[in-house]
């Protein structure tokens, strides 16, 4: 054996299974592959299984039944399918096998082929690169929230924060999350978080992670996270971003350009928030740990008084002021202990009121802007013009007549009036 070979590393089957679905993972996933179906089959566990061929190669695929309930088709053998999915290792056989987490017949469309050519070119500029990638804070001092303020993320949020960090400041930049006009609002928001300060407290803190979430929907609906303008932003921003957009199978660019990319909106908030519980528990501990550090340097320094004093004939006099003062000392750390704790308590709970009353009023905020957006329509409802005594014309077709020159002698004419409709014949027709 060479000294090459002695050096080379030699692989459990498991840890290799293992390496080779991460690195298919990091460089293939999410994957769309087109074939015809062969030895489709469904268990009784909801879970289908088949193979994905052509003239010259086949793969083995499994739908779980969460995906397979989701088809709009019965899939048959012979059939011509798009399947998006992920590739991977099956470890107790080690065979390479799809997860099949979509299922169409071929031909539906080319959006995800326009995904896969935009995921190309950043990964090789390197957008998705894991050392750009930052960690998250372990306690931040206030969170940016980017998302919609008719989306039900935002309420998942929100409930989210509120019961693990009340305490924590969140600053909103809303923004449109679908439609065209989506990637430049989430493109603004961002920006918008990143050049003001989060002085939610007084104290001018700035925001350490911003949150971009959005729910579930089709690719269409998440289209707006694909957008290229939207990922360079995101690379350059100076915090922190942790995108949970969408369900947990699904993927956008703005995943693989965000820090961390989270499963779900709710999971994006748990990630930037430790429960409070946790922090009263490393609160409690520290005050253990200081107790405890008190407590020993009490009983080295009573020590080497002891020792000091049976040198010096029991100064009685010098020991007595020693243990006088060691007593005061005890108990100013022990005051101490307790205020610091009890502060910190109070303001926890102060921070909790202002994230409290600061949602409760852009709520308000946001049902009064509804209000008069739909005053507003309803001013402009044609009825009320016909209740004034108004009425509109159109010809036998139904087309609306606005001009003398549509309307001619004998012709017939129907007049809506507020409530019904009038039908009539021409006389005569005048010109002004």
């Known amino acids: 054996m060479t000294t090459n070979d002695a050096d080379r590393r030699v692989w459990?089957?498991?840890?290799?299974?293992r390496a080779l679905a991460d690195t298919l993972n990091a460089r293939f996933n999410p994957v769309r592959v087109s074939g015809?179906?062969?030895g489709f089959s469904r268990a009784a566990s909801g879970h289908c299984y088949f193979s994905l061929k052509d003239q010259d190669a086949q793969i083995r695929c499994a739908m779980f039944k969460r995906a397979a309930s989701q088809l709009d088709f019965a899939p048959r053998d012979g059939e011509l399918v798009e399947v998006s999915g992920r590739l991977d290792i099956y470890g107790p056989r080690g065979d390479l096998q799809l997860i099949v987490e979509g299922m169409r017949r071929q031909g539906q469309g080319n959006l995800f082929e326009e995904f896969v050519r935009l995921k190309n070119r950043l990964e090789a500029?390197?957008?998705?690169?894991?050392?750009?990638?930052?960690?998250l804070p372990v306690m931040p001092r206030a969170i940016g929230l980017v998302t919609s303020l008719g989306a039900a993320a935002l309420h998942d949020v929100a409930t989210a924060l509120r019961r693990r960090v009340p305490h924590i400041p969140v600053v909103l930049a809303p923004a449109a999350v679908?439609?065209?006009?989506?990637p430049g609002d989430i493109v603004r928001a961002l920006q918008a978080l990143t050049t003001r300060a989060a002085d939610l407290d007084g104290t001018g803190l700035p925001l350490d992670v911003i949150l971009l979430v959005r729910g579930g929907g089709s690719m269409e609906d998440l289209w707006a996270f694909n957008d290229e303008a939207l990922a360079l932003a995101?690379?350059?921003?100076?915090?922190?971003?942790?995108c949970g957009v969408g369900h947990e199978t699904d993927f956008t660019i703005a995943d693989f350009v965000a820090d961390v990319r989270a499963p779900t909106p709710t999971a994006a908030a748990e990630m930037v928030a430790a429960p409070t519980a946790t922090c009263l528990a490393a609160i409690d501990l520290m005050e253990n740990r200081l107790r405890d550090a008190v407590q020993r340097k009490l009983d080295v320094h009573a020590q080497r008084l002891d020792r000091v004093a049976a040198r010096a004939g029991r100064p009685s006099g010098v020991v007595a002021g020693h243990a006088l003062r060691l007593?005061?000392?005890a108990q100013t750390l022990k005051v101490a202990r307790q205020t610091c704790v009890q502060e910190a308590r109070r303001d926890a709970e102060a921070a909790s009121d202002r994230f409290t009353n600061g949602l409760q009023t852009a709520a308000r905020k946001a049902q009064d802007r509804m209000a008069q957006a739909a005053l507003r329509l309803r001013l402009l409802d044609p009825n009320l013009v016909l209740q004034r005594g108004y009425a509109r014309l159109s010809d036998a077709d139904g087309f609306t007549i606005n001009s003398v020159h549509q309307a001619q002698p004998g012709g017939l004419i129907k007049a809506t009036l507020a409530d019904g409709t009038v039908d009539m014949t021409v006389q005569k027709v005048r010109s002004n």
Do not use: D, Y
């Open 125 to 135: 500029a390197g957008l998705f690169a894991s050392e750009r990638k930052r960690p």
């Open 234 to 242: 995101l690379s350059e921003l100076p915090v922190p971003v942790v």
């Open 12 to 17: 459990r089957v498991e840890a290799l299974c």
């Open 327 to 329: 007593q005061h000392m």
């Open 178 to 182: 679908q439609g065209a006009q989506a």
């Open 36 to 38: 015809e179906l062969s």
